[in-house]
Every structure is written in C-alpha cells, then in structure tokens.
C-alpha cells in the first residue's frame, strides 16, 4: 500500500486548499473531533501530517502519526523539524504506544484495505492505540457515493468504480486526480457499511454513528450552492465517529 503514496506527499499538501477540502472535509472532521485541549491523539496513516499538524495548532496535548509511507513521513517529519510542533512521526506502532491514546484519527486510510482480512487488520490496528473509551473518527469511501465517473469532477477528482452497474465489497476503485495541473491515479477499495460496522465491532468498538459533512460559510460564500449541490448530495467518503470498549 505505502509504495503508491510515497511521491504524493507535497500533491496532499497542495490538495489541503482545494475546495472541498477546505470547505467541506477539514471543517467536517474538526466538528466531529470537537475540542481536543489536553487529548492525546493518534494520527493512523498520517500521511503528509496535515492533520496531525492541524490538531495540535488546536491545542492537543501529545499527538502523534503513523504511516507506512516512507515518502510521506519524510515529507511530515521535514516540517516538524521546521516548525517544531512537538509531533511524533513513526513507521511502527510500538509496543509503548498501545492503549495510550484518548482519539485516533484515521483519514481515508480504510479504503486501501483489499480484503476483510486487511480491513480487520487496520480496524484492530486502530483500536489497539486507544485508551477505554477512546474515540476513533475514520473516512471510509461512502458505501453511497455516486458511481457516475464524471460526478465529482467540479471538486478535482473522479471515482471510477471497476463495476459500473454492482458495489461490492473489496471492489477496486479508482481515485483519479484530475484537477490541473495533477492527474495522478490510485486504487483504492470499496466496503459496505454492513461490512465496515462489522469489522469496527469484531475490533471492539461499542458504537459507530455515521456524521453528515457540511460546508462552512466561507465555501457557500465564495462557490455557491449549486457548486457544493452534487457533494451535499452524494460524498464521496462517510464519517464513522467510534467508541472502544464499553
């Protein structure tokens, strides 16, 4: 999985300002996550570490990031190095981290599982960091989304399922970046929300609730609702807020 992602790090940066991103996902996560002074927080496939860096601008007491991408965590671990935020960017999950964690994040991380096997692997992974009763918010692709290729051009990229007329679980799907002056492609894989839950629950999680995105005032203001029409509509990834233990 790492090897696809390790010379996209500075195209993730980038894509932190493109629309939908910073009206819509960003601000959506932030909700969920809520107030996060004095947590500790787990970033599982940190990628690049947007937010790893964001959460701990925002106050967070110890945070830390894991991916398996060395590219990325180069990319993640050069900017703690100039901002000197106090991040701790791994590419294991130690024996020392285990049970430690008030919240893990985990953004568009269970999409590149690509059997139930691994699905189950990432979902344990992840439950393994947080404390009792610790929260995990992760961005699976929606089990809804559109399967037209073209339907989330405006927002810079298209999702081209491998069958166009049948979701199914661990169907490959292809993310096509194709925002100017980017056309980069990576697979990705497609679960149900039966088979997300599940998964979430054989990992010990209590509770799952699915969040709406939304859209800040600022995106409304600058693009309009026709723009975000189609995203409001349909989104591309859903917002799982978990419970462990309980």
């Known amino acids: ?11 993730y940066e980038n894509m932190a300002d493109w629309p939908f991103r910073k009206h819509c996902e960003i601000p959506s996560v932030l909700d969920v996550v809520g107030d ?17 860096r964001m959460l701990k601008k925002q106050g967070a007491k ?3 990031g894991y991916d398996q991408s060395i590219g990325m965590l180069d990319y993640a671990s050069r900017r703690e190095e100039k901002e000197q935020l106090g991040i701790e960017f791994n590419s294991q999950i130690t024996s020392d981290l285990l049970s430690k964690f008030d919240l893990a994040i985990s953004i568009y991380v269970l999409p590149y599982a690509a059997n139930a096997q691994l699905l189950d692997s990432m979902c344990q992974s992840m439950a393994s960091v947080l404390k009792p009763g610790g929260r995990l918010i992760t961005l699976p692709i929606h089990p809804d989304f559109c399967m037209r290729e073209n339907y989330y051009e405006n927002y810079g ?11 199914s679980d661990a169907s490959p799907v292809i ?5 100017p002056p980017y056309n980069t492609q990576v697979e990705a894989y497609y679960w149900t929300a039966a088979a997300l839950e599940a998964s979430l629950k ?11 995105h939304r859209i800040d005032r600022e995106g409304f203001k600058l693009l309009g609702q026709q723009y975000w029409q189609n995203y409001i509509n349909s989104p591309h990834a859903a917002i799982l807020d978990c419970t462990f233990g309980g």
């Open 1 to 11: 999985m790492s090897s696809q992602f390790d010379e996209l790090a500075a195209l």
């Open 36 to 52: 996060v002074s004095e947590l500790s927080i787990f970033d599982f496939g940190c990628g690049n570490g947007l937010y790893s």
């Open 62 to 64: 110890k945070v830390v």
């Open 157 to 167: 990229f298209r999702l081209i399922p491998s069958n166009e007329n049948q979701k």
């Open 175 to 179: 993310l096509d970046l194709c925002k």
């Open 202 to 212: 054989r990992s010990g999680f209590s509770s799952i609730h699915w969040r709406k």
